[in-house]
Nanobody
């Protein structure tokens, strides 16, 4: 199983980015998918989650600004990030939980920098 995260970059405050997590080796239709982020020196924090039935959950800090979605046909999960703030700067990781085998998989991370 491989998770390939992409879409990070440098954006000005108030801007938008869309992160993608392309999954191979497993059908995401059976999995819970999440986006986490981590700043150096701090713990990795959960940003957004989506269940196999597309129920979503968000950290309070991103509610109303971020949206997680899944495309089961393309085996990809997205994180649309709007109204970005400097405090959103972090490395963003996608995560997959296989409901059947209860295994966890992580992508390699993509850096998001919000700065003027």
């Amino acid at each position: 199983v491989q998770l390939q995260a992409s879409g990070g970059g440098l954006v000005q405050p108030g801007g938008s980015l869309r992160l993608s997590c392309a999954v191979s080796g497993i059908r995401i239709s059976i999995a819970f998918m999440d986006w986490y982020r981590q700043v150096p020196g701090k713990q990795r924090e959960l940003v957004a989650s989506i269940t196999a039935s597309s129920l979503t959950n968000y950290a309070d800090s991103v509610k109303g600004r971020f949206a997680i979605s899944r495309d089961n046909d393309n085996n990809t999960v997205y994180l649309q990030m709007n109204s970005l703030k400097p405090e959103d700067t972090a490395v963003y990781y996608c995560h997959l939980f296989n409901r059947i085998t209860r295994e966890n998989y992580w992508g390699q991370g993509t850096l998001v920098t919000v700065s003027s």
